[in-house]
């Protein structure tokens, strides 16, 4: 069956050329996407993805005509999964990016923007009984500027982590930030638990900020369990009890290693049970 994606008011087949060589998207990385879950029909967390979506373009100077809400985004959104036949339960991807242009001559601000879906099978949503394999990306550091927290499409620390994990078999890679301290992972961000004390690390080192993380928080701290964003360096890593990451996709993944340090999951796990299967089984 083929499938189609949504680009710029228009569906189309996925394979339709979208861009050409004179776009700031391809030039510059001029963009940012926004990566969501549909469950059952609805959008998860979907007025968190949205006010993280519209800040950063905010951010960038887009300017965005006022039909470009997020009501006409979950419209859109909801429309593709419905045809391409993933309502039940998909991973959506929307980019948003600059036009034509040179780097002082955009030809306008308008968010271009594409609609990808893909199919999730059951397992995404069940706890990992194994745990993943974790390394560190030493190559490339994230910076901690305006731009570290955004999904931006300028990517390339989070590219050339991806490249080492299939390189050395791992499941991800903690990436690390200007200092050598811990940022978030290639795809996810990271928590420890010590001595059962949540952390992560805090906007200010750099990770992206993921909608799953300020799920995590939020649940956390209205539960009454000890969270924090602080510094974590990979002296943190080595001397957790446990370490979990968290993304839109698969909510938890307990890490079972990292080098030769084993983990434990028994927190993470009843995290799980606790904040992350009401999210993705709601009950009618």
């Not at 887009?62 to 991973?91: M, V």
């Not at 570290?148 to 989070?158: D, E, G, I, Q, R």
Request: aromatic content about 12%; some cysteine; charged content about 20%.
């Amino acid at each position: 069956m083929s499938q189609v994606l949504f680009e710029d008011g228009q569906f189309y087949r996925e394979d339709k050329l979208l861009i050409g060589a004179n776009s700031r998207a391809i030039r510059y990385g001029d963009g940012l996407f926004e990566t969501m879950k549909v469950n059952k029909g609805s959008i998860q967390l979907a007025d968190w993805h949205f006010e993280r979506l519209f800040s950063g373009l905010k951010l960038l100077q887009f300017e965005c005509p006022s039909y470009f809400t997020p009501a006409y985004l979950s419209d859109k959104i909801l429309q593709l999964a419905h045809r391409n036949g993933h309502s039940n339960l998909a991973r959506i991807r929307l980019m948003i990016f600059r036009g034509n242009g040179g780097l002082y001559d955009a030809v306008s601000h308008f968010p271009h923007h594409v609609i990808q879906c893909w199919s999730l099978p059951p397992a995404n949503q069940q706890w990992n009984e194994n745990g993943l394999v974790l390394g560190i990306h030493r190559t490339a550091h994230k910076t901690m500027d305006v731009l570290a927290n955004t999904k931006s499409n300028n990517y390339l620390p989070y590219v050339l982590g991806a490249l080492e994990v299939k390189k050395e078999k791992w499941n991800d890679a903690v990436v690390l930030n200007a200092f050598g301290r811990v940022a978030d992972c290639t795809i996810a961000n990271l928590f420890v638990v010590k001595d059962d004390v949540l952390y992560t690390p805090a906007a200010s080192e750099g990770p992206v900020l993921g909608i799953m993380r300020r799920y995590m928080l939020d649940y956390c701290r209205k539960a009454g369990l000890p969270c924090e964003e602080a510094i974590l360096n990979e002296e943190d890593l080595q001397q957790a009890d446990e370490i979990f990451l968290t993304n839109a996709s698969y909510g938890i993944r307990w890490v079972g290693s990292l080098g030769d340090k084993k983990f434990t999951n028994s927190f993470s796990a009843r995290l799980y049970k606790d904040a992350i299967q009401p999210l993705f089984y709601p009950k009618n």
